[in-house]
């Protein structure tokens, strides 16, 4: 994440809170659905494994900006 600007940075900030509806710090499955209805089943598969370092179900501020840092 250090190698980000900070304006990237604070772009990458509100996308995920504007997603992770909960608060928790996290975006679950449904909050992904919520966003992006017409995301088909494959892409949050993909998306999942992908981005999903941990495998817990959910993606944290550190693993979207892995994703889109």
Do not use: N, W, Y
């Amino acid at each position: 994440m250090s190698e980000l600007s900070g304006e990237r940075l604070a772009e990458l900030r509100q996308t995920f809170a504007s997603i992770d509806v909960s608060g928790d710090g996290f975006i679950s499955q449904e909050e992904f659905l919520k966003h992006f209805p017409g995301l088909p089943a494959e892409a949050l598969g993909s998306l999942e494994q992908t981005a999903d370092a941990d495998g817990d179900g959910r993606i944290s501020f550190e693993e979207f900006v892995r994703l889109l840092g």
